[in-house]
C-alpha cells in the first residue's frame, strides 16, 4: 500500500485528526481519501458526512494529488480535478472536525502486508513507489 497522509502536530490520534491525501491498494486503478477523527474511529460515523471517496487513477503513469484545509472543510483532488470533500457540520459529539485546528505534517509512506492489504507476496518483491515532486504550503 502506498499513501500520502497528514497527521496533527502535537496532538494525540485520533483527537487531532488523520487526512488520507492518497491511499493505493496493491494494483488498484483508484485511491481512497479519508478522513479520521474520534468522531469516525471512536463514535463510528462515517456516514454523516461521509468520510471518504474513491478515484481514478493511471497506475502507469504520475499522478498528482492534492488536499487544501479551510476552517469548514477539506478538499481533495486527483489530477487536479476536485473528487472529495469534507465538511464541518453542526454536531454535540466531539472532534467531528479537528482539521482547521493547528498544523499538520505530511507522510509519505509504503507498507507491506496488513490485515487491508493482504499477505505480502515474495514473487511481488521489491516494490518501489517513484514521487517526482512534492510542494506544501501552508497558509
Same mark, same amino acid.
Given at each position: 500500500?502506498?499513501?500520502? /497522509?497528514?497527521?496533527? @502536530?502535537?496532538?494525540? +490520534? %485520533? @483527537?487531532?485528526?488523520?487526512?488520507?491525501?492518497?491511499?493505493?491498494?496493491?494494483?488498484?486503478?483508484?485511491?481512497? #481519501? !479519508?478522513? =479520521?477523527?474520534? +468522531?469516525?474511529?471512536?463514535?463510528?460515523? *462515517? $456516514?454523516?458526512?461521509?468520510?471518504?471517496?474513491?478515484?481514478?487513477?493511471?497506475?502507469? $503513469?504520475?499522478? !498528482? +494529488?492534492?488536499?487544501?484545509?479551510?476552517?469548514?472543510?477539506?478538499?481533495?483532488?486527483?489530477?487536479?480535478?476536485?473528487?472529495?470533500?469534507?465538511?464541518?457540520? #453542526?454536531?454535540?459529539? %466531539? $472532534?467531528?472536525? %479537528?482539521?482547521?485546528?493547528? $498544523? =499538520? +505534517?505530511?507522510?509519505?509512506?509504503? @507498507?507491506?502486508?496488513?490485515? /487491508?492489504?493482504?499477505?505480502?507476496?515474495?514473487?511481488?518483491?521489491?516494490?518501489?513507489?517513484?514521487?517526482?515532486?512534492? *510542494?506544501?504550503?501552508?497558509?
Amino acid at each position: 500500500m502506498a499513501s500520502f /497522509w497528514l497527521l496533527a @502536530q502535537g496532538r494525540k +490520534y %485520533p @483527537q487531532g485528526g488523520e487526512i488520507d491525501i492518497m491511499e493505493r491498494l496493491n494494483s488498484d486503478n483508484f485511491v481512497y #481519501q !479519508t478522513v =479520521h477523527s474520534t +468522531y469516525t474511529i471512536d463514535l463510528g460515523i *462515517k $456516514d454523516n458526512p461521509k468520510n471518504y471517496g474513491t478515484a481514478s487513477i493511471n497506475p502507469n $503513469d504520475f499522478n !498528482t +494529488y492534492a488536499v487544501e484545509k479551510y476552517a469548514d472543510k477539506v478538499v481533495f483532488y486527483v489530477n487536479g480535478k476536485q473528487t472529495f470533500s469534507y465538511a464541518k457540520i #453542526q454536531t454535540n459529539k %466531539p $472532534d467531528q472536525f %479537528p482539521y482547521a485546528e493547528g $498544523d =499538520h +505534517y505530511l507522510l509519505l509512506d509504503m @507498507q507491506l502486508g496488513e490485515s /487491508w492489504v493482504g499477505a505480502v507476496d515474495p514473487n511481488q518483491l521489491p516494490t518501489e513507489m517513484e514521487i517526482d515532486w512534492v *510542494k506544501y504550503y501552508t497558509f
